[in-house]
């Protein structure tokens, strides 16, 4: 048998069998117990060591096998699932499965050229697996019957492709112990939801296979699945992100490092070693403190620090996964864990230096979140940023009041450039998985085309001031990030559970409904736009003109080298600005690209704007040395480039 600090955690298949180890440093006794031992003490106990890892190999295990530790302490014992297990079984169901022994080298890749997008270039769409999609082999809708799975995603990856996004961004993934969640009730960090997840007897199952199959055909594969290797919950979300990498899109996960969920049962980490009950500081992986249910990590924990650090290298290695959003690193650094910070960015970068490392972190000063460990920060690449998302919503409910007053675009302005040592570390957004949600009582928001619009989402005005806000987000500096529905004008609150129809958004509304058509369309054409005109996503920002009465903000992107200048106008005044003076750098010809009143009805049959484009004079205007009178359109955001 190898050393015992050879051995990987959980259990593994090596040449002969296979190997367990656990950290249970109060116990008296662990056994592994399986069907490959009938359940019971045969195999011997495992053997401690002075850090209070037990470990041990059984010869002749093979993957597939079921199994537990059975753990003693005094007079307690009990079964415990592996920390580490990688799957668990549908029976005996959560929470008293079984952990499944996998051969991670089972499933078989086909993504070996693909590279992420840099971090600068990334466009982001969230979403939950359980409610995002599921239709039959008819395309009736069957969210309302059953949770979403990852192979569904399969029947939208396409639709992603076109709507342009790069990265995608599911809400987390591992095994939670409700009914339904938004998933950061998490309680065994290494094994996929089974909610998520297809049986191999359902009859919808070939359907999956078939469309996993037609994918790969479309990508020139030739090694194409069988039925028998997409039957677990492991190989289905490798599919899921296999497939994603085919058609060029990253995949981020959510990871959830500040607490655990609040029902662990007995047989989860919580007392691990079952220690005497009564004092939480007694549990072997956390503290007395609760956060959204579930109790803090406890990081002062060596162990504890490497349990959440391998769970982050495990979906590197074996899922592929092209980097993560980890959740609430506020309440991480509230509780003595900033080193622990450090420790994981440090090791996930030396992994992996092109997996962007995303914190939502809010405190007020949010850079010391995404300066290096050397400096004293806490490393991460890219954070949450809120406040473009604040000023933006409180624009669009002024504009809502009426045409008179108005419009803060200072604040908006403001908000543009996140205060970071360079702006594409801000994550930008205007909707996501908590402040559009149904039951949030504490801060929910409308979504944007109700925002715009709160009697009709859609109105012109609705729709039109959605296309500005949106627009912004989409031109601004920074990453920004969709949440699902937002690319074609969902209205509706959603929720986790997918048993509530007034919630799940709206795919039929795009056979239907001509004004979420038009914003599908330009949704897609801008984010074409962003990734064709790459002084969109440099951090060069002039915002040189901003005017509340007029209600217009006009900025300016560019590249240190010249010629591919950016000239970027939104206005939220409900008339059309005629003969409008604007700055420009340059004077010269300057092209048209992009105006969203074309969007409105498409093809907009009144559209307003400069044609092909316009030519700007020797005049200095806004620290510009050209000047143009151009035509602004109501509502709208219009583009130039030299």
């Known amino acids: 048998m190898p050393a015992s600090d050879s051995i990987a955690m959980g259990a593994n298949i090596v040449p002969g069998g296979a190997t367990f180890r656990v950290w249970a440093p109060a116990a008296t006794s662990v056994f592994v117990h399986g069907d490959f031992n009938s359940w019971t003490n045969s195999s011997g106990s495992m053997t401690r060591d002075e850090s209070g890892y037990w470990s041990q190999f059984i010869p002749g295990v093979q993957a597939e096998a079921e199994y537990k530790f059975f753990v003693t302490n005094g007079t307690n014992s009990g079964y415990k699932r592996d920390p580490y297990a990688r ?3 549908v029976d005996p169901p959560f ?7 996998t051969n991670p080298d089972a499933y078989q890749w086909h993504d070996a050229y693909f590279h992420p997008p840099e971090f600068s270039e990334l466009v982001i769409y969230q979403f939950h697996v359980g409610v995002f999609y599921g239709t039959d082999a008819v395309g009736n809708d069957q969210r309302l019957s059953r949770s979403g799975r990852f192979l569904d995603l399969l029947f939208r990856l396409e639709y992603l492709v076109e709507l342009g996004i790069n990265a995608i961004e599911p809400l987390p993934i591992d095994e939670f112990p409700t009914a339904t969640s ?10 996929p939801e089974m909610l998520y997840t297809v049986s191999p007897t359902d009859p919808d199952f070939p359907r999956y296979v078939d469309q996993a199959n037609a994918l790969l055909k479309k990508r020139g594969q030739t090694r194409l699945f069988r039925p028998q290797d997409l039957t677990s919950q492991t190989s289905q979300l490798k599919a899921m992100i296999d497939l994603c990498h085919l058609f060029g899109i990253a ?3 959510d990871v959830v490092y500040n607490h655990a969920g609040g029902d662990f049962g007995d047989e989860s980490l919580y007392f691990f070693d079952l220690q005497p009950r009564g004092d939480n500081n007694n549990s072997l992986y956390f503290t007395d403190q609760g956060w ?4 803090i990590f406890a990081y002062w924990k060596p162990e504890v620090r490497q349990f959440l650090i391998d769970n982050a290298r495990f979906f590197y290695n074996e899922y592929h996964v092209d980097g993560f959003r980890f959740d609430e690193v506020t309440v991480i650094d509230g509780h003595g864990g900033w080193n622990f910070c450090q420790d994981l960015t440090n090791t996930l970068r030396y992994d992996k230096p092109v997996a962007p490392l995303i914190a939502e972190y809010w405190q007020p000063d949010q850079s010391w979140v995404v300066k290096s460990a050397d400096q004293g920060g806490a490393g991460f690449d890219d954070v949450w940023c809120s406040g473009f998302r604040q000023a933006m919503r409180n624009a669009l409910s002024q504009a809502a009041t009426g045409a008179s007053g108005p419009v803060d675009f200072d604040a908006v302005a403001a908000s543009l450039a996140p205060s970071l040592r360079d702006d594409w570390r801000g994550i930008q957004h205007l909707e996501n998985h908590d402040v559009v949600r149904i039951n949030n009582t504490s801060d929910r928001q409308p979504r944007v085309s109700s925002l715009a619009d709160s009697n009709d989402s859609r109105s012109w005005y609705a729709r039109s001031r959605a296309r500005v806000a949106n627009g912004l987000l989409l031109t601004a500096p920074g990453v920004p990030m969709l949440f699902m529905g937002q690319e074609f004008l969902e209205n509706k609150y959603w929720s986790d559970s997918h048993y509530y129809q007034d919630t799940l958004i709206w795919w039929d509304g795009l056979k239907t409904d001509k004004a979420m058509q038009d914003h599908l369309r330009f949704t897609r054409e801008l984010i074409a736009l962003r990734r064709s005109q790459p002084a969109i996503s440099s951090n060069n920002l002039n915002v040189f003109h901003v005017h509340d009465q007029n209600r217009v903000l006009a900025m300016h992107r560019w590249l240190n080298d010249a010629g591919r200048d950016v ?10 600005l005629w003969n409008y003076r604007i700055g420009f750098p340059f004077a010269g010809a300057w092209r048209e690209v992009f105006n969203s009143d074309v969007y409105d009805d498409w093809v907009n049959p009144n559209v307003v704007g400069n044609g092909s484009g316009i030519v700007a004079s020797n005049d200095p205007l806004h620290g510009f040395e050209a000047s143009a009178e151009i035509v602004i359109p109501a509502n709208s955001i219009v583009v130039f480039v030299r």
Do not use: H, K, R
């Not at 959204?292 to 109790?295: Q, R, S």
């Open 182 to 191: 938004l998933g950061y009730n998490g309680t065994d960090y290494f094994s």
């Open 567 to 576: 000239i970027i106008l939104a206005s939220l005044n409900e008339l059309t």
């Open 87 to 89: 799957a668990l079984t």
């Open 292 to 295: 959204a249910g579930g109790l």
């Open 95 to 101: 929470p008293y499965s079984n952990c499944i022994l």
């Open 251 to 253: 995949v981020l996960f």
